[in-house]
C-alpha cells in the first residue's frame, strides 16, 4: 500500500481554486435564475386561472421528476444539437430550470401558510392584490421559507458537481484532472470533500445569522 502524499494537494491547490471559484460562479448565477423561476412559478401555482396554475404544475411535476444528469444531457446534447451552447449555459440553464421547480414549491407553500384573513385584512384596507401580495402575504412567507430555501441552494452547490461531464471546468473536473495527471485520488477526493463542505458550511452559516436577524429562530 502506497503512503499518502499530502504535498500532492498542495502543489495543485491553486488549480482546485480555481474550480472552486468557477463552482462560486456557476451556483450564484444558477441560484438567482432558479429563484427568478421560482417564485414566478410559485405565484402561478396558487393563480385560480387554470391557464396560468396547470402550465405552472406541469413544469414543476415534469422536471421534479427528471434527473438533473439527464436534464443537464438533454439541453446539452439535445437542444445544443440545434443551437450552438456553450457548456457554462447549458449547465446554468440546466441547474436553474431544476432549481426553479423545487423553489416554486417552497414558495407555494410559503404563501399558503399565510392565513386568508392576511390577505382579506390588507384588501379591506384599499390595497390591490399586488399591493397586498407584495407589502402583506410575501415578507411573512419569506420568512418561513427562508430554511427551505437556503437548503435548496446548499444542494444546488452539491449538485453543481454534476456539470463536469458536459465539460464545465468546475472543481469536480479539476479534481479529476489533478487526478490523472498524478494518480493521487484519496488526496485529491479528500481535499476537494473539504472545499465542498466549507462553501456549503459558510453558507448554512449565513442564512443562520439571516434567521437570526429576521428572528426567525430563538
Given at each position: 500500500?502506497?503512503?499518502?502524499?499530502?504535498?500532492?494537494?498542495?502543489?495543485?491547490?491553486?488549480?482546485?481554486?480555481?474550480g472552486v471559484l468557477l463552482t462560486l460562479?456557476?451556483?450564484?448565477?444558477?441560484?438567482?435564475?432558479?429563484?427568478?423561476?421560482?417564485?414566478?412559478?410559485?405565484?402561478?401555482?396558487?393563480?385560480?386561472?387554470?391557464?396560468?396554475?396547470?402550465?405552472?404544475?406541469?413544469?414543476?411535476?415534469?422536471?421534479?421528476?427528471?434527473?438533473?444528469?439527464?436534464?443537464?444531457?438533454?439541453?446539452?446534447?439535445?437542444?445544443?444539437?440545434?443551437?450552438?451552447?456553450?457548456?457554462?449555459?447549458?449547465?446554468?440553464?440546466?441547474?436553474?430550470?431544476?432549481?426553479?421547480?423545487?423553489?416554486?414549491?417552497?414558495?407555494?407553500?410559503?404563501?399558503?401558510?399565510?392565513?386568508?384573513?392576511?390577505?382579506?385584512?390588507?384588501?379591506?384596507?384599499?390595497?390591490?392584490?399586488?399591493?397586498?401580495?407584495?407589502?402583506?402575504?410575501?415578507?411573512?412567507?419569506?420568512?418561513?421559507?427562508?430554511?427551505?430555501?437556503?437548503?435548496?441552494?446548499?444542494?444546488?452547490?452539491?449538485?453543481?458537481?454534476?456539470?463536469?461531464?458536459?465539460?464545465?471546468?468546475?472543481?469536480?473536473?479539476?479534481?479529476?484532472?489533478?487526478?490523472?495527471?498524478?494518480?493521487?485520488?484519496?488526496?485529491?477526493?479528500?481535499?476537494?470533500?473539504l472545499l465542498y463542505f466549507s462553501l456549503t458550511?459558510?453558507?448554512?452559516?449565513?442564512?443562520?445569522?439571516?434567521?437570526?436577524?429576521?428572528?426567525?429562530?430563538?
Open positions: 500500500m502506497s503512503e499518502l502524499d499530502w504535498g500532492v494537494a498542495i502543489d495543485y491547490l491553486d488549480v482546485l481554486l480555481y460562479r456557476l451556483s450564484a448565477i444558477s441560484t438567482v435564475v432558479g429563484l427568478a423561476i421560482g417564485i414566478t412559478v410559485g405565484l402561478c401555482r396558487i393563480s385560480k386561472n387554470p391557464l396560468i396554475a396547470i402550465p405552472a404544475a406541469v413544469y414543476v411535476e415534469v422536471v421534479r421528476g427528471i434527473p438533473l444528469l439527464v436534464l443537464l444531457f438533454y439541453i446539452y446534447f439535445g437542444i445544443g444539437y440545434f443551437v450552438n451552447m456553450p457548456p457554462f449555459i447549458a449547465a446554468v440553464s440546466g441547474l436553474g430550470i431544476f432549481s426553479g421547480a423545487f423553489v416554486a414549491e417552497i414558495v407555494r407553500s410559503g404563501i399558503e401558510s399565510i392565513s386568508r384573513g392576511q390577505m382579506e385584512a390588507a384588501r379591506s384596507t384599499g390595497m390591490t392584490y399586488l399591493q397586498a401580495m407584495r407589502f402583506v402575504i410575501l415578507p411573512q412567507a419569506f420568512r418561513r421559507i427562508l430554511p427551505p430555501l437556503a437548503g435548496q441552494f446548499i444542494s444546488l452547490i452539491k449538485d453543481s458537481s454534476l456539470v463536469s461531464v458536459i465539460s464545465v471546468v468546475d472543481l469536480t473536473l479539476q479534481a479529476r484532472n489533478v487526478i490523472i495527471a498524478t494518480f493521487r485520488s484519496f488526496e485529491i477526493w479528500t481535499v476537494t470533500a458550511f459558510t453558507l448554512s452559516r449565513a442564512v443562520r445569522y439571516l434567521e437570526r436577524r429576521f428572528k426567525i429562530v430563538d
